[in-house]
């Protein structure tokens, strides 16, 4: 395992179990989330056979013509890895490829109320970016707040939230909080003792696990 991938896994495990003793969610949730993207993460399916067993992909499509078979593609990568793979916001997606759970943008998170009974055995994560969107995510099994640090992508024009503010969302936060934006090997022990329950990332993930 390349140096940046070692400790982006270490300090993600590390706040895995440390959140792990405090909340004990109902079902084990993976240390660390690679996000892709069309743009940015382009062939997503060769880092996720690099993923820790136990990690998770997440798949945002954005619209995207070859949705379905990159979606495919990764369920076929993430089955033989161990590693779970949640559908952006797509649940017609999801079921078709035998997703692990479904992940909800901000501005969908109210349908996390409707997909928890009617598929309880999927995995639900949604997006937040304040501490209102967080009074949204009582039903989800975690948030991911971003951006922790200074971001690209769609969190660019974001302020970042820094380390202390993080940990005040995540302490009034009602489920377990992953932490996006900025999160690299560089600064990924800053989250140490914030509350986090695991990383989150897009191109630092992509850098460190994914084919050079």
């Known amino acids: 395992m390349r140096p940046d991938a070692e400790i982006l896994w270490e300090v993600a495990s590390g706040l895995a179990r440390a959140a792990a003793e405090v909340s004990r969610p109902p079902r084990p949730l993976p240390p660390?989330?690679?996000?892709?993207?069309?743009?940015?993460?382009?062939?997503?399916?060769e880092t996720a056979t690099a993923l820790p067993p136990g990690s998770a992909v997440i798949f945002r499509h954005f619209g995207s013509g070859d949705a379905a078979l990159t979606a495919r593609r990764l369920r076929d990568a993430t089955a033989v890895a161990g590693v779970r793979?949640?559908?952006?916001?797509?649940?017609?997606?999801?079921?078709?490829?035998?997703?692990?759970?479904?992940?909800l943008p901000e501005r969908a998170l109210e349908q996390a109320e409707r997909l928890r009974p009617e598929r309880p055995e999927w995995l639900l994560t949604g997006a937040a970016h304040s501490a209102e969107a967080l009074a949204l995510a009582s039903v989800l099994d975690a948030a991911i707040v971003s951006p922790a640090f200074a971001a690209g992508g769609a969190s660019a024009a974001r302020p970042e939230l820094g380390v202390d503010r993080f940990a005040q969302l995540v302490r009034s936060a009602p489920c377990p909080v992953y932490a996006l934006g900025g999160v690299h090997a560089g600064n990924a022990r800053e989250l140490i003792g914030s509350g986090a329950c695991g990383l989150a990332g897009v191109e630092a993930i992509r850098a460190a696990y994914g084919p050079k």
């Open 32 to 45: 660390l989330l690679f996000f892709t993207d069309p743009e940015r993460t382009p062939r997503p399916w």
């Open 85 to 103: 793979l949640l559908i952006g916001l797509d649940t017609a997606l999801a079921e078709s490829v035998e997703a692990d759970g479904i992940h």
